[in-house]
C-alpha cells in the first residue's frame, strides 16, 4: 500500500512563474490537506478537499493560490505569479473516510514539495 | 483557535540518554500526533493519541487529555533520532495545527 505521493520533490520557478504540486492520496483515503512549512518554522494548514469539494480554504493566501481535488487524479495546489516568499516546503496529507471516531482521524504525510523562486 | 505549545525548544543528549518531550494544548482536542521530521525533511507519523498511551519500541507517548498535555518519551536514544519533534492537534476532524517543534540533536 504505497503512501501519500508527492510531485515534483523540488520545484525551482522564477518570480512571476506559476507552481503546479501534484499530491496522490494514499488508497482508499478521500480527504486530503495541504500544509505550507517556511524555512525553520513549523507547518501551517492551507486548505481541506474532499473530491471536487473545498472543505476548509481558511489557511489559503486570498490571491495566487488554489487548491482542487478532482473526481479523477491527483489533487493540485496552484501557485500562480510566484514569489520569493512562495519559497517553502508544501506538505500534503490524506486521511481515509470517516466512519466513525478514532484511528481513521490519523493525517497520513507525503514527502513534501521543495519549492525554491529565484 | 486551538494553541499548541511544545517545549523545550532544543534539547541535545548524548546516546543512550532517555528524554521527554512535551506538547500543551489549549482546548479539547479530537485528534492528537507526534511526527518526526528528519534531517531530510522527511515528516513521519509517529503517534496518533489523542488520550491514553501508546508505546512503539523505544517510543512512548502519554496524552491526558483532561489536564491538555502530551507527552513523547524517547528512551536509550540514537544518533538517528535527531530531527524535529512536532505535537500536532485538531479540536473539529479536520486541520491540525502544529505546535513550533523540539528540535532534538544526539550526539555519538
Known amino acids: 500500500n504505497a503512501g501519500v505521493m508527492q510531485n515534483p520533490r523540488h520545484l525551482v520557478r522564477r518570480r512571476g512563474q506559476e507552481a503546479r504540486l501534484r499530491c496522490s492520496p494514499m488508497k482508499g483515503h478521500s480527504h486530503v490537506y495541504w500544509y505550507r512549512q517556511l524555512p525553520e518554522e513549523g507547518l501551517k494548514f492551507m486548505v481541506y478537499?474532499?473530491?471536487?469539494?473545498?472543505?476548509?480554504e481558511s489557511g489559503m493566501p486570498k490571491e495566487r493560490f488554489s487548491a482542487e481535488f478532482p473526481k479523477e487524479g491527483p489533487s493540485i495546489l496552484r501557485i500562480q505569479q510566484v514569489v520569493r516568499g512562495d519559497s517553502a516546503a508544501y506538505f500534503c496529507?490524506?486521511?481515509?473516510?470517516?466512519?466513525?471516531?478514532?484511528?481513521?482521524?490519523?493525517?497520513?504525510f507525503g514527502p513534501g514539495t521543495r519549492l525554491t523562486v529565484l | 483557535g486551538i494553541q499548541v505549545e511544545q517545549s523545550p525548544p532544543d534539547l541535545i543528549l548524548q546516546e543512550g540518554a532517555n528524554s521527554t518531550l512535551r506538547c500543551n494544548f489549549s482546548d479539547s482536542v479530537n485528534n492528537l500526533q507526534w511526527f518526526h521530521q528528519n534531517p531530510w525533511g522527511q515528516l513521519i507519523n509517529l503517534f496518533y493519541?489523542?488520550?491514553g498511551t501508546k508505546q512503539n519500541g523505544r517510543l512512548s507517548a502519554t496524552t491526558v487529555a483532561t489536564e491538555r498535555y502530551s507527552l513523547l518519551y524517547i528512551s536509550s536514544s540514537q544518533t538517528t533520532d535527531s530531527g524535529v519533534y512536532f505535537c500536532a492537534a485538531s479540536t473539529g476532524f479536520q486541520k491540525l495545527v502544529f505546535g513550533t517543534g523540539t528540535r532534538l540533536l544526539v550526539s555519538p
Open positions: 493519541i489523542p488520550s
Open positions: 496529507a490524506s486521511s481515509p473516510p470517516r466512519l466513525s471516531h478514532g484511528e481513521t482521524d490519523t493525517q497520513y
Open positions: 478537499l474532499q473530491k471536487e469539494n473545498i472543505i476548509d
